[in-house]
């Protein structure tokens, strides 16, 4: 057995180079702006949080970070065993091990456990446990439709009573521990319920966000094989109506044609969108939700669960092949979302709190659904565009719902002024630059709310490096410093750690709790993405910086992996999809800054030989793209290629492809090791044809 328990003999390793000790004295010399006193200007190098502010943080000062930090890293085992058995509810507790790792492919399998032998469940812990300790009317979920004026709310108790009722239905057509569930649901209250409910049986709920195409539905219903389907017939985005039954009837067809035939579509009928009797139907495989869930009991028992069993599956896009089914187990996904939610936003019972992002992504799993319900809170679910029917609707809701903690991608639309209710401002999804950083402070949070730039990963289950709000001065566009239990180190390419000042690959050391634990039925494919790069360290696919200060800087991808408005797409998809089209010899995509996408996507283009460029090819192999993965996977520019630019072994050589797409002719760097130097020059001279 190559798994190393670290519990009992800790290495010191050299954990403090991540370990901002030093910060204080540092930082004394920047130009700083204190919280709340004036808006934050370019000439500022730091914002510090206020008094008033630290004062009433749960993390209140830097000192206070780097003691809790430190026992998080000298004994996780403790620090995370203390929060686990304090703050949830075990049905029987783990055994003497609180965890165990091995992270490094020389001595043998990856494998990670946390809690293993504990018995627990997902749903009982947001909702039960809550409900027990006073919050059984407390508003949990706030619903604000497409259409403005239409909205619902749920308190803890009437949303236990539907999730149990769905459970109940579920485990009625067959649904038991460890089944898969397909869930293609648009920001409905339907979409946390179903979560909660396949949590509470144990089911494992896939989650496919709702502009994926039916292609793309088909190969994840193909892969893990659900019992069941669970949708909405349709649903407004916007001034559009998207009829979303249609695409999982086509997803269904094709997954049965690859031999995965579903038995059962549950389908919620979304009356503000399209009434029943103008969907298409499938008697015997279709049935309504409103006909059926209603009729069950209230009350469900909990399946009880290890803290090890798989508590959902979300797909991900990679640098190469097929979307990646990334598996997360129960406890220690359950005891991280919560832990970094309450922190990182500073979280108190009175906070009405909203996060944009849909629950088909990784941030509505863990922070839309999980680790706020986890801490009992009031959360609000919006379903429509965030400029529908004006740009103003963002904040028509902050307000209307004094919104307290607002957690968004810099990307999202928002414009004019400070809303009085904001507290904190959380922003993820990539990298946000210095002024926009200062924009989303100063105007939006009227200079007075801290920005929790949280830096994370579908893969990571939770926050890795973000702002505790009361407890950090902050640096406008950085992410600034672990979280607790969180050791992340910058390699060179050779996977040697670089000290101090310095730039490099991000990877991280030991294992946390909320890490993933397999990619589905693909176990080599995990260890060799993620743990074979940089033997010992788990490798995160970004790039990222550490100033002299200890403060870290996210710099984007350094795979082939890109990220549209939140939207993580693989280049190696959008190109598969383009070179499936007739007329389409070959495909090099790459990601390109966008003014409101923060990353657009910019295909090169080759067709096929006797093929001319004509604006209808393109807008074929757009549409191409759509159906094969979804309309947020659109090229936003097709560039024509007579040739792509590849070494002598064939190889395409992306990094010219980047600096023509961005337009900085003068960095191409050395094109002599091309096959055909010339190739260059052609594609410059049709770039803006
Ligand atoms: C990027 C989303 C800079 C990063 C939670 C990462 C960020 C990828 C940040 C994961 C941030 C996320 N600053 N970059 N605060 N947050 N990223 O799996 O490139 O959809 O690897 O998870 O988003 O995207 P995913």
Redesign the pocket.
């Known amino acids: 057995n190559h798994n190393h328990n670290h519990n009992h003999h800790f290495r010191h390793a050299d954990s403090t180079a991540s370990l901002p000790s030093s910060a204080v004295a540092k930082i004394s010399h920047l130009k700083a702006v204190v919280l709340g006193d004036a808006p934050a200007s370019e000439e500022d190098d730091v914002v510090l949080p206020s008094h008033e502010f630290s004062r009433q943080a749960l993390v209140p000062s830097q000192q206070k970070y780097l003691e809790m930090y430190k026992a998080s890293i000298e004994n996780p085992a403790g620090f995370w065993s203390g929060i686990a058995s304090s703050e949830f509810y075990w049905k029987q507790g783990w055994g003497d091990q609180v965890y165990s790792e091995n992270l490094d492919v020389r001595r043998g399998n990856i494998k990670i456990e946390w809690f293993k032998g504990g018995i627990t469940n997902v749903c009982y812990n947001c909702l039960d446990r809550n409900i027990d300790a006073g919050l059984a009317d407390k508003i949990a979920l706030y619903w604000e439709s497409n259409e403005p004026g239409f909205d619902a709310t749920l308190t803890y108790s009437q949303l236990l009573q539907r999730v149990c009722q769905l459970a109940n239905y579920l485990k009625s057509v067959g649904v038991r521990k460890g089944d898969a569930v397909v869930v293609y649901l648009p920001m409905l209250m339907e979409l946390p319920i179903t979560m909660l409910a396949c949590t509470r049986i144990g089911a494992v709920h896939s989650v496919v966000f709702a502009g994926f195409s039916s292609e793309s539905l088909a190969q994840r219903i193909v892969d893990c094989k659900p019992k069941v389907v669970i949708t909405c017939n349709a649903v407004k985005r916007g001034p559009k109506t998207i009829f979303l039954k249609d695409i999982v009837d086509a997803a269904l067809i094709d997954s049965a044609n690859k031999g995965i035939s579903v038995d059962v579509c549950l389908t919620y009928e979304n009356q503000l969108a399209l009434k029943r009797e103008k969907t298409k139907w499938k008697e015997g495989r279709d049935i309504w939700w409103e006909d059926v869930v209603p009729k069950y009991p209230t009350s469900c028992d909990v399946e009880w669960v290890d803290a090890e069993d798989p508590l959902f599956l979300l797909y ?1 896009s990679g640098s190469t092949g097929k979307p990646k089914g990334v598996l997360h187990t129960t406890g220690g996904y359950m005891v991280y979302t919560a832990t970094t939610f309450k922190y990182a936003f500073d979280y108190k019972d009175s906070d009405v709190y909203w996060c944009t992002a849909d629950c088909g ?3 509505g799993h863990s922070y839309v659904t999980y680790g706020p319900m986890l801490n009992g809170a009031t959360i609000l679910l919006y379903e429509g565009a965030p400029n529908y029917p004006d740009p103003g609707r963002c904040w028509d809701i902050v307000d209307k719902y004094k919104v307290t903690i607002f957690y968004t991608a810099p990307t999202l639309y928002v414009t004019r002024y400070s809303r009085k209710s904001l507290r904190v401002l959380g ?6 630059n210095p002024s926009a950083w200062r924009w989303f402070f100063n105007v939006v949070g009227g200079s007075r709310c801290p920005i929790s ?7 990571t289950g939770g926050f890795m490096i973000t702002p505790l709000p009361g407890a950090w001065p902050q640096k406008p566009g950085s ?1 600034t410093f672990p979280f607790f239990g969180v050791q992340p180190v910058i390699v060179d390419e050779k996977g040697v750690e670089l000290d101090g000042e310095c730039s490099g690959y991000l990877c991280v050391k030991s294992s946390w709790p909320g890490a993933f634990r397999t990619l589905y039925g693909d176990h080599e494919r995990y260890e060799t993405t993620y743990f074979k790069p940089f033997p010992g360290y788990y490798f ?3 790039g990222c910086s550490r100033d002299k200060d200890g403060y870290h800087w ?1 710099t ?2 350094v795979d082939d ?1 890109i ?1 549209v408005s ?3 797409i693989g280049t190696a998809e959008v190109e598969s999809a383009l070179v499936s089209h007739p007329q389409c010899a070959e495909a090099a995509v790459v990601g390109v800054e966008h003014q409101v996408k923060g990353q657009g996507i910019y295909a090169f283009v080759t067709p096929v030989e006797g093929i001319s460029y004509s604006e209808e090819l393109r807008k074929s192999l757009i549409l191409t793209v759509r159906t094969q993965i979804g309309a947020f996977a659109a090229p936003d520019k097709i560039h024509w290629a007579p040739a792509l630019p590849k070494t002598r072994s064939g190889k395409i050589m992306r990094r010219i492809l980047r600096k023509i797409a961005a337009r900085q002719l003068d960095e191409l760097g050395d094109t002599s090791t091309l096959a055909d130097p010339g190739v260059v020059d052609q594609l410059i001279k049709l770039a803006d044809t």
């Open positions: 991900t992504w990784i941030t922003s993820v999804g990539e990298p946000i730039d949280t830096w994370w990963q579908t893969e992410a995160t696919g970004d996210l984007g991808r992996v990220n939140g939207h993580r």
